[in-house]
């Protein structure tokens, strides 16, 4: 229950966050997905906004992760399992102009993995941070809409409980990030 509390605050958190921007300036609503290694994807709904050079964005990612992990045996064994993250992103525009702008930035996200492959299945909760580095490129002829890229070192640490014992997971490093999205 207090993880859905946390995650009810939150989304009320985006949403307050987008009608002062939509009202400030632009606000855009879209795609945003998230590559790992592997066949880690995720995929999300996404709002960003705009004030000046100043900018955030929000977004609830989803996918399927694999896991392989060395088993004491020496045998390697493979978990799946499903993944949602909501993450929320500070930018700030370094250079800016009429249809383009790079940024740098900050984000930190909280989500959980279902894992399955243990008999049970088992549920954990993760936190990510890291920097990022990306543009957003506007089009002429369209300015609604916009497409945008960004690089990530992302900074993740979790443990995940296996029967009797637990499998610890450090994903520290790049993550590449698309998104297309629409001003309204």
Same mark, same amino acid.
């Given at each position: 229950?207090?993880?859905?509390?946390?995650?009810?605050?939150?989304?009320?958190?985006?949403? &307050?966050?987008?009608?002062?921007?939509? $009202?400030?300036? @632009?606000?855009?609503?879209?795609?945003?997905?998230?590559?790992?290694?592997?066949?880690?994807?995720?995929?999300?709904?996404?709002?960003?906004?705009?004030?000046?050079?100043?900018?955030?964005?929000? @977004?609830?990612?989803?996918?399927?992760?694999?896991?392989?992990?060395?088993?004491?045996?020496?045998?390697?064994?493979?978990?799946?399992?499903?993944?949602? !993250?909501?993450? &929320?992103? &500070?930018?700030?525009?370094?250079?800016?102009? %009429?249809?383009?702008?790079?940024?740098?930035?900050?984000? !930190?996200?909280?989500?959980?993995?279902?894992? %399955?492959?243990?008999?049970?299945? %088992?549920?954990?909760?993760?936190?990510?941070?890291?920097?990022?580095?990306?543009?957003?490129? @506007?089009?002429?002829?369209?300015?609604?809409? $916009?497409?945008?890229?960004?690089? !990530?070192?992302?900074?993740?640490?979790?443990?995940?409980?296996?029967?009797? $014992?637990?499998?610890?997971?450090?994903?520290?490093?790049?993550?590449?990030?698309?998104?297309?999205?629409?001003?309204?």
């Amino acid at each position: 229950m207090k993880k859905f509390s946390l995650l009810t605050v939150a989304l009320i958190a985006v949403l &307050a966050i987008c009608v002062g921007t939509a $009202s400030a300036q @632009t606000a855009s609503i879209g795609y945003q997905g998230m590559v790992g290694t592997g066949t880690n994807v995720l995929s999300g709904l996404s709002v960003r906004g705009w004030v000046d050079a100043i900018g955030w964005e929000g @977004t609830l990612f989803f996918g399927r992760a694999d896991i392989e992990a060395d088993s004491p045996g020496g045998t390697d064994q493979i978990f799946n399992g499903d993944v949602w !993250a909501l993450d &929320a992103q &500070a930018m700030y525009a370094i250079i800016q102009k %009429e249809n383009s702008k790079l940024y740098l930035g900050l984000h !930190a996200a909280y989500g959980q993995w279902s894992v %399955e492959g243990f008999g049970d299945k %088992e549920d954990d909760s993760f936190w990510m941070a890291g920097p990022v580095v990306g543009a957003q490129y @506007t089009l002429q002829g369209i300015p609604e809409l $916009s497409f945008n890229w960004e690089v !990530a070192y992302d900074f993740l640490n979790a443990t995940i409980p296996a029967g009797s $014992s637990e499998i610890d997971i450090a994903l520290d490093g790049m993550n590449t990030t698309i998104g297309v999205h629409y001003a309204f």
